[in-house]
């Protein structure tokens, strides 16, 4: 997979209000990273009958799609494909769309260099959206 260059959190956020505009949505929530953790955006799009957090690294411009993170007690992510979405994520320079199969797959390292080493001996993620999405220290 083909890393993006790194958008900035402003792009992300022009990004998000564009991709819920041209799918039905609107933009509710939106939760800049500030501090070490967690090394991703936020974007809460809202439907009639559901609301889509749309994610995105700070480190590579990876973007996912997941259920709101604070929905499940243990605050993991649960991936979800919104084709609609990453239909717009695509058309954006500076981003990388990932499928659910994407981030469940297995990570390799190889793909993404710019993951520390030392954070995934440490942290030992299960998949690739737990290496490029997370709230390690």
Not at 86 to 108: H, I, Q, W, Y
Request: include cysteine; charged fraction near 25%.
């Amino acid at each position: 997979m083909a890393q993006a260059v790194p958008a900035g959190v402003s792009e992300f956020k022009a990004l998000a209000h564009e991709a819920a505009r041209r799918t039905g949505g609107r933009l509710t929530a939106f939760t800049p990273a500030q501090d070490v953790t967690p090394n991703f955006h936020q974007a809460l799009i809202t439907y009639r009958d559901r609301t889509v957090a749309m994610l995105c690294s700070r480190d590579d411009g990876s973007v996912v799609m997941t259920e709101p993170f604070g929905v499940r007690s243990d605050w993991s992510l649960a991936f979800v494909d919104e084709p609609e979405l990453a239909a717009v994520v695509r058309r954006s320079e500076g981003f990388t769309v990932l499928s659910k199969d994407d981030a469940e797959r297995p990570f390799e390292h190889s793909d993404h260099p710019h993951v520390s080493g030392r954070d995934l001996a440490y942290w030992k993620p299960e998949n690739t959206g737990q290496a490029l999405f997370h709230w390690w220290d």
